[in-house]
């Protein structure tokens, strides 16, 4: 996100030196820039233009409160034990520590017949997913939850996956885009969804905060079989999950090891979104067209272009993963869902149509008729707050604004405020 802070100025002038090298062609097509670098952009053109307005941030999804004591603890010893002859160690496994890799499984896979081996440790979801579009190569074509994280889509269109950008549907030419909007429960209309190779779903959604049910997870399991397809399951938000009938994981529903690789990460559990964990399970039983194990691939990926997660990121994370670390990290989750709750019942008491924020950190809030752009712009203007608008995340979130819950209490208090003074009354 601090990319955006560089200026890259792309328009060669007759002056420039320029390497014999050819761009890229598939960078090309994204569109202007990423979604958060934008609005970090029009944010700073604001508080130029308003230098004395305290901006409040609920637009990038990023956490605010300090990382659990335990875990920090462990950090802490974990950092200060490799200033020492005795404590110090160098690479580690490729595949993360054998520990923690045991202690992820108990923690999240016990009940659904995971095995540690199949777990493997990095420096984040976003990352993992770059690594899997690397090891599935160019040839796929993908599906994807509209609206959905960007990175699905951006990176699938780097890869060279897809087509152009089409400025009048304002999609990619050939991804498959699962519309999920309220009229279809946010669970998208199988029986309309072309076969893909890659199907990427991600439940508690971002940005709509909706989770899918076991019955409809096991719809989409059953979807993915019967095509041949593997489902990339992006489980981030997880352990934001407080209703029992929607999964915390794709391999709770049977079938899905011979159909699904799970990506989740310790960023919005334990606020590891700077110190970088993560891990993607990739079940033995999960098998190409010819027969052979998509685990010795991705082990093959892992092992040439990622060098294992850092020590001390990991002696974070086996922290976590202990008794004390998973209540830790618990109330911290319960503390962002206050957060969700008090943005959700703010924008409801106001008549606005809210959606999320029940099983997820995110509140999508529907403007119906309305640019998602046009609705960010005004908010910032009337609140000094930034949202995200739903656009940025595809076409089926136009109309809409992302608010998240990670922010201080006060920052949401004051937050609420400002949104009822400015819209309250309007309704
Ligand atoms: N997946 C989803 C759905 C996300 O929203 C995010 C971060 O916002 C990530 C993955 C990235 O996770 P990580 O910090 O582990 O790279």
Redesign the pocket.
């Known amino acids: 996100r601090r990319q955006a802070h560089i200026c890259c100025s792309s328009v060669a002038t007759a002056e420039q030196v320029r390497t014999g090298l050819k761009r890229n062609e598939n960078i090309g097509k994204l569109q202007a820039g990423y979604l958060f670098p934008e609005i970090a952009r029009r944010r700073r053109a604001h508080q130029d233009k308003h230098p004395d307005a305290k901006v409040i941030s609920l637009g990038i ?1 990023d956490t605010t409160e300090p990382i659990p004591k335990l875990i920090a603890d462990a950090m802490q010893k974990a950092a200060a034990g490799l200033g020492t002859l005795a404590g110090y160690s160098g690479y580690g496994a490729e595949q993360g520590r054998g520990e923690l890799r045991e202690g992820i499984c108990n923690a999240f896979y016990s009940s659904c017949g995971r095995k540690p081996h199949e777990i493997f440790v990095s420096d ?4 993992d997913i770059g690594r899997l579009q690397m090891m599935f190569g160019c040839e796929q074509r993908v599906a994807v939850q509209d609206p959905s ?1 960007p990175v699905y889509v951006d990176s699938s269109v780097i890869m060279g996956m897809t087509g152009n950008y089409n400025a009048s549907t304002t999609s990619f030419d050939n991804i498959e885009y699962m519309v999920c909007q309220p009229d279809n429960d946010f669970f998208p209309d199988l029986s309309k969804v072309a076969p893909t190779d890659l199907i990427f779903f ?1 439940s508690p959604n ?1 940005p709509t905060g909706a989770a899918a049910t076991r019955q409809q997870l096991t719809e989409l399991v059953a979807f993915a079989k019967k095509n041949g397809s593997i489902i990339v399951y ?1 489980a ?2 997880a352990l934001y999950i407080s209703d029992d009938n929607c999964p915390k994981s794709i391999f709770e529903i049977p079938g899905a090891e011979e159909c699904a690789i799970e990506t989740c ?1 310790f ?1 919005k559990y334990a606020g590891f ?1 700077g110190v970088r964990l ?1 891990w993607t399970v990739v079940p033995e039983q999960l098998r190409y067209a010819d027969g052979s194990p998509v685990i010795a691939d991705f082990n093959r990926i892992m092992t040439t272009v990622f060098n294992g997660a850092s020590i001390v990121a990991q002696a974070g994370g086996l922290a976590c993963v202990q008794p004390e670390g998973l209540a830790e990290m618990q109330q911290l989750v319960h503390f962002y869902k206050e957060n969700a709750d008090i943005l959700r019942q703010t924008f409801l008491d106001m008549g606005f149509k809210v959606y999320g924020g029940k099983n997820a950190p995110y509140v999508w809030v529907g403007f119906p008729g309305k640019p998602s752009w046009d609705v960010f712009a005004d908010i910032l203007e009337k609140c000094n707050i930034v949202t995200t608008p739903g656009s940025g995340f595809g076409p089926a979130g136009e109309g809409f604004v992302r608010a998240s819950a990670f922010g201080h209490r006060k920052d949401i208090l004051e937050a609420v405020e400002r949104f009822k003074k400015a819209y309250g009354k309007q309704r």
Not at 124 to 127: A, H, L, N, R, V
């Open positions: 999804g984040g979801s976003k990352c994280y991600c971002n992006d981030a938000y990460s960023s979104t993560g």
